[in-house]
């Protein structure tokens, strides 16, 4: 009878011992599998979404039930930035302007959108690269002699005042002048009388720009309304 149990006692402590190892070692591995499987299911979730990294709206959106939407496939709208073309405008100048395009120069704008306005502008950075010249991917090689166009040196500008760019419509087209500012080399004693008078006709041929470009802010509406019939 001792015997007998002294066996029921070593059954049951074999039976402890056993959901030992399987609350310790087992059920631990089960658990990280299925945390593993979860993860991957997410995973496989979020590859059926398509998400933008910025806040905007999709406008010209034409897709029809069965089309496929992806990065890599034919877009079936075109996603616009809430913030696209309302706090900056972007302008480019002749590349013989690269050396004189610093940020923070002042600069001035007139958009067809917003007409018979002057709006004044600051300089914010200069691209440090002109975008002519690259080569793209291809069946054809394509020869340099054949770039007919030179590019531009393309400047961010923002407006100089809070508000600047109210009622101006994003995408507008704008005529923009940048002015240089000479008046502390001119008054230096040590620039000479030879520089200082090719710095005084500078900036007055900046100040025709200005003249000019407020000529042209007045003139747009009436080429564009009267003049060309529209």
Same mark, same amino acid.
């Given at each position: 009878?001792?015997?007998?149990?002294?066996?029921?006692?070593?059954?049951?402590?074999?039976?402890?011992q056993?959901?030992f190892?399987?609350?310790?070692?087992q059920?631990p591995?089960?658990?990280?599998?299925?945390?593993?499987e979860?993860?991957?299911a997410?995973?496989?979730?979020?590859?059926?979404?398509?998400?933008?990294?910025?806040?905007?709206?999709?406008?010209?959106?034409?897709?029809?039930?069965?089309?496929?939407?992806?990065?890599?496939?034919?877009?079936?709208?075109?996603l616009?930035?809430?913030?696209?073309?309302?706090?900056?405008?972007?302008?480019?100048?002749?590349?013989?302007?690269?050396?004189?395009?610093k940020?923070g120069?002042?600069?001035?704008?007139?958009?067809?959108?917003?007409?018979?306005?002057?709006? $004044?502008?600051?300089?914010t950075?200069?691209?440090?690269?002109?975008a002519?010249?690259?080569?793209?991917?291809?069946?054809l090689?394509?020869?340099?002699q054949?770039?007919q166009?030179p590019?531009?040196?393309?400047?961010?500008?923002? $407006?100089?005042?809070?508000?600047?760019?109210?009622?101006?419509?994003?995408?507008?087209s704008?005529?923009?002048?940048?002015?240089?500012?000479?008046?502390?080399?001119?008054?230096?004693?040590k620039t000479?009388?030879?520089k200082g008078?090719?710095?005084?006709?500078?900036?007055?041929?900046?100040?025709?720009?200005?003249?000019?470009?407020?000529?042209?802010?007045?003139l747009?509406?009436?080429?564009t309304?009267?003049?060309?019939?529209?």
């Open positions: 009878m001792v015997d007998q149990r002294q066996s029921g006692v070593d059954a049951a402590t074999a039976t402890k056993s959901a190892l399987k609350v310790s070692t059920l591995a089960e658990k990280a599998r299925a945390e593993a979860r993860e991957q997410q995973v496989d979730l979020d590859k059926t979404f398509v998400r933008a990294g910025v806040d905007g709206r999709v406008e010209q959106f034409l897709v029809r039930p069965g089309d496929l939407v992806a990065q890599i496939r034919r877009p079936a709208g075109v616009i930035p809430d913030e696209a073309g309302r706090n900056s405008l972007q302008a480019g100048f002749g590349q013989i302007e690269a050396q004189v395009m940020p120069m002042i600069a001035e704008a007139t958009c067809i959108s917003k007409p018979w306005r002057i709006i $004044p502008l600051v300089v950075s200069v691209q440090d690269f002109i002519a010249g690259q080569v793209r991917a291809g069946e090689l394509i020869d340099p054949n770039l166009k590019g531009s040196i393309l400047v961010f500008l923002e $407006p100089l005042y809070e508000g600047g760019l109210e009622g101006v419509t994003p995408g507008s704008c005529i923009v002048n940048a002015y240089t500012n000479n008046h502390d080399v001119i008054a230096d004693p000479g009388a030879l008078f090719a710095l005084h006709a500078v900036d007055a041929t900046g100040l025709v720009h200005a003249l000019l470009l407020r000529i042209q802010a007045l747009l509406p009436i080429k309304l009267v003049l060309s019939g529209h």
